[in-house]
């Protein structure tokens, strides 16, 4: 089945074929962990998990490899780790776990999920501080080529040069589909006196102290540290080599990270291209404002787990949630949005645990992903299955879309939204539980209370408080509410 794919470079859909049909390779740039990640991190997680399954269905698990780094080394992790008087590696280190343990209940693939014993890594999950060597060599190679110069310490990229080359290479901009006098008007540049021109970027500059650092390049004697976008060009060429097939990332990253990592790349090794593909997803809103801290809609990862407006929401129904849109279009993350997608699951997943999947998914869920990863198309195709009562084709797609299937994994919300929206489920703290179900319990302990059987009675009112359910007796009879 050809894969089509939507490619930011050209601006157009187009076949995806592979530069090694046995070693597909795919770069996403990953979390800087100075602090938990925000929903919006959480959409190319997402994203390049549903890609990373397809590729591996399309041509084998064996033959696909997935790099998505980690920025530890940068100004927000210097300034936090400041700010909570600990050092840079331990904060580095803390935040890393809690973005695996956040990302987890997500259903996406982890390296540990796939990598296997006595065989070359096929997820790598890379630290810049642990390609230092790389960055340099690299750095080395721009100021050879005459892309790049020294001035204070500092090591800068000269968008200027590279345009200026006659050769192979493409153009300062050619992503963005910006020029030079654009980027420069509509970005903040630092236009410190020892640039040559205000669109030069940094590639190393001194540390500060207290400021990680590391021998410098470019004869230059100060230590140093790197600059943003070196990072992941030198990472993905140490795991993917000097051209690859798909680099992804947010919107927010074609300008201008990706736009500087192409240039850094294409001009060090000589090439006419990075990536064959670049892939962006598009931006995220709450509740159809901008997401901010200063609006107080900007939340993490783990507040939708644990709590937000009062609701804790399962990972499932985060990611069926960000799969609704199509990638490539801004999404608006609404309470009502995440109520929906847990009442379609809890619905498909009724009796869906012992079902037998089949060995291979359907042709309808394959086709629609291999059109830019259409998901609301796959979605679509999900109801169908489900409406037609094919149980283990349904089955089977949402395992390999990643999700698990099974009710007793969809809980811990810690509240229903309403019935203005019209929930039939009440989601208590351990696990998803209908309406019906809590009524039933209430009236069997009425019974019990009736008979004078208070051992049953108080049974029933501990099963409830553990669901997070509490109850009130009056003398118009027993009501009920979600603890929150």
């Known amino acids: ?57 399309l041509y084998g698990a064996e033959h696909v490899k997935y790099v998505r780094n980690i920025t530890d080394v940068d100004d927000k992790i210097n300034a936090r780790a400041a700010e909570r008087g600990i050092s840079i590696r331990v904060l580095t280190e803390e935040t890393y776990n809690n973005f695996r343990d956040d990302i987890r209940p997500l259903g996406v ?18 630290r810049a501080t642990e390609h230092i060597a790389e960055m340099r060599t690299i750095i080395e190679k721009l100021v050879q080529g005459g892309f790049a110069y020294v001035a204070e310490d500092h090591v800068l990229f000269s968008p200027q040069a590279m345009n200026a080359a006659n050769s192979i290479l493409p153009r300062y901009g050619a992503l963005s589909k910006r020029t030079l006098d654009e980027m420069i008007a509509g970005a ?14 940094v590639l190393w500059k001194p540390s500060k102290p207290g400021e990680p650092s590391w021998p410098s390049p470019a004869g230059i004697k100060a230590e140093g540290r790197p600059g943003w976008h070196i990072e992941c060009s030198a990472m993905a ?51 159809s404002e901008k997401m901010s801290k200063s609006l107080g809609n900007f939340v993490t990862i783990r507040e939708l787990l644990s709590g937000w407006q009062g609701y804790g ?9 960000m799969l609704r849109t199509h990638y490539h279009q801004p999404i608006d993350w609404t309470l009502e949005g995440l109520d929906e997608s847990h009442k379609t699951l809890w619905t498909w997943y009724e009796g869906l645990a012992s079902v037998e999947p089949l060995s291979d998914v359907s042709v309808d869920v394959v086709a629609a992903l291999s059109d830019d990863l259409n998901t609301p198309q796959v979605i679509s195709a999900l109801h169908g299955l489900h409406r037609s009562g094919k149980k283990r084709e349904l089955r089977t797609a949402l395992g390999f879309l990643g999700f698990s299937g099974d009710r007793n994994k969809i809980g811990r919300v810690a509240a229903a939204v309403g019935a203005a929206s019209g ?46 359910v509490v109850i009130k007796d009056s003398k118009e009879g027993t009501t009920w509410e979600i603890a929150r």
């Open 237 to 287: 060429w140490k795991h993917l080599g000097e051209q690859f097939d798909i680099h992804g990332g947010g919107i927010d990253l074609v300008f201008p990270h990706h736009e500087n990592e192409l240039a850094q790349t294409c001009c060090a090794f000589h090439e006419d291209r990075m990536a064959n593909v670049w892939m962006h997803n598009g931006f995220l809103q709450v509740e």
């Open 313 to 321: 929401w399962p990972g499932e129904a985060l990611r069926f949630n």
């Open 1 to 57: 089945m050809q894969l089509r794919l939507y490619d930011t470079l050209t601006r157009e859909k187009r076949p995806f074929v592979p530069l090694d049909p046995s070693n597909v390779r795919m770069y996403v740039c990953g979390p800087t962990v100075y602090d938990f990640a925000h929903i919006g991190n959480a959409r190319p997680i997402i994203v390049f998990d549903v890609l990373f399954r397809l590729l591996r269905h």
């Open 109 to 126: 693939l982890m390296p540990e999920d796939v990598n296997l014993p006595g065989k070359p890594p096929r997820f790598v999950e890379p």
């Open 423 to 468: 929930v039939s489920t009440v989601r208590g703290g351990g696990a998803a539980i209908v309406a019906a179900d809590v009524e039933k319990l209430i009236a069997d302990r009425t019974a019990a209370r009736a008979r004078k059987d208070f051992k049953e009675s108080d049974r029933i009112r501990d099963e409830l408080a553990a669901m997070g």
């Open 188 to 201: 903040r540049v630092d236009v410190a006196p020892y640039k040559r021109d205000p669109a030069d970027f």
